[in-house]
């Protein structure tokens, strides 16, 4: 199963890419969790991205398709994956199509967490007195989800066209979404 989780920050992608490692066995792919952990190991990737991403913007494309590439080819991701947090504007969804197209393989669903802007603020409000994440300041949390509408609300009517895009109400309880996320995946299973 090859999935992607498309959806505006606070959204629940990390929450239930969690639930979906366990219950699939593939594992999660997630950009901001591969650049968090080059920025604590201190590589020289780490070092760049860093302060892109306290400001809440986009890391440069060239290092995230790189961190992608690389990902992508490690044993474990042979009999699937799940995507968080990439693609996450036009560019790198078409780099994606371009990398799964060259191995004859194709995305099975594109799991579009559905969430008005005044609920994922307030659950970034919520985290940022929990774990005090660099970037959940509410200057960043504001630059993240204006470049959500701008940037990757196009990725989303990318894979609307190819009939693949499966519309969450991301609003309900992680519970609840999770029933509608393996509902769903069912489907695509029966396929
Ligand atoms: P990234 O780590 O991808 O962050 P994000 O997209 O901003 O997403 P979040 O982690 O904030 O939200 P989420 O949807 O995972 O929600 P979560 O489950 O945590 O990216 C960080 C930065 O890295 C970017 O700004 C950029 O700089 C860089 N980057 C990453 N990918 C990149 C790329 N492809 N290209 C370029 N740059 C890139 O939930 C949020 C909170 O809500 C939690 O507290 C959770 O407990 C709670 N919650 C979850 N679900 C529910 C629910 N159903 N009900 C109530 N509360 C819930």
Redesign the pocket.
Known sequence: MRIVLL??????????SKLLVEKYKIPQI????L??AAVSAGTELGKKAKT??DA????SDDI?LGMIQERLTKPDAKAGFIL?????NLA?AEALDAMLAAIGRSLDAILF?DLPDDVALE??H??AR?EGRA?DTPEAIAK?LAIYHEQTVPVVEHYRTSGKLVPLH?G???ED?FAEIQAALDTVGAR
């Open positions: 959806g505006a920050p606070g959204s629940g992608k990390g929450t239930q997630s950009t901001g969790d650049l968090r892109t991403m809440g913007q986009l890391v995230v968080d947090g990439f693609p996450r790198q967490f659950r970034m919520g985290r929990a970037d993240r991301a309900r309880t992680v979404v």
